[in-house]
T-cell receptor
Framework: DGGITQSPKYLFRKEGQNVTLSCEQNLNHDAMYWYRQDPGQGLRLIYYSQIVNDFQKGDIAEGYSVSREKKESFPLTVTSAQKNPTAFYLC?????????????FGPGTRLTVL | GQNIDQPTEMTATEGAIVQINCTYQTSGFNGLFWYQQHAGEAPTFLSYNVLDGLEEKGRFSSFLSRSKGYSYLLLKELQMKDSASYLCAVTDSNYQLIWGAGTKLIIKP
């Protein structure tokens, strides 16, 4: 079955630690995205990548980093510079490099920083 | 700035019809999406409108008026499983997706 996987579903970390969230897709999609969702708010774009070895900052990139070494994978690192990292993180992908196609989402990772 | 407005929360009765509105002000327009998101889960695609008019898909329909910057999602024959948040998103002139905050729909028996 084609789809997007994110792991783990729940993640707990101590303040000051970096943490990497994984995102893998086998849909052969070109573009991949990372969003953050806080209670009562919409999705906010952290980073996106339209092609391997290239990525762009979204609206709230500070304190985050990404890589896109393979088409299938787009890991997100939440660094200690992110002041309020506790949130629900969603990875998505879409065919093509323009946001006119349906985005497919992974199940999400809920990160709690203690 | 770019802005998408949706009601924060709506309540409806099982078996009834509900209309969720979305108004947008964006730099250009290249399509509008509706997604459904159950609590703690990922959003799933419901509909896409790029031309004016009504798109019907089973119990769900979506309407678009580009001149008014307005869309609505119409849900008929409501079921308890329709309790979820409904997210409106617009693709702007740079082909970037702008998301609304979502409307939480509560269905009562």
């Amino acid at each position: 079955d084609g789809g997007i996987t994110q792991s783990p579903k729940y993640l707990f970390r101590k303040e000051g630690q970096n943490v990497t969230l994984s995102c893998e897709q086998n849909l052969n999609h070109d573009a991949m995205y990372w969003y953050r969702q806080d209670p009562g708010q919409g999705l906010r774009l952290i980073y996106y990548s339209q092609i391997v070895n290239d990525f762009q900052k979204g609206d709230i990139a500070e304190g985050y980093s990404v890589s896109r070494e393979k088409k299938e994978s787009f890991p997100l690192t939440v660094t200690s510079a992110q002041k309020n990292p506790t949130a629900f993180y969603l990875c998505a992908s879409t065919q093509g490099d323009r946001d006119i196609n349906e985005q497919f989402f992974g199940p999400g990772t809920r990160l709690t920083v203690l | 700035g770019q802005n998408i407005d949706q009601p924060t929360e709506m309540t409806a009765t099982e078996g009834a019809i509900v209309q969720i509105n979305c108004t947008y002000q964006t730099s250009g327009f290249n399509g509008l999406f509706w997604y459904q998101q159950h609590a703690g889960e990922a959003p799933t695609f419901l509909s896409y409108n790029v031309l004016d008019g009504l798109e019907e898909k089973g119990r769900f329909s979506s309407f678009l008026s580009r001149s008014k910057g307005y869309s609505y999602l119409l849900l008929k024959e409501l079921q308890m499983k329709d309790s979820a948040s409904y997210l409106c998103a617009v693709t702007d002139s740079n082909y970037q997706l702008i998301w609304g905050a979502g409307t939480k729909l509560i269905i009562k028996p």
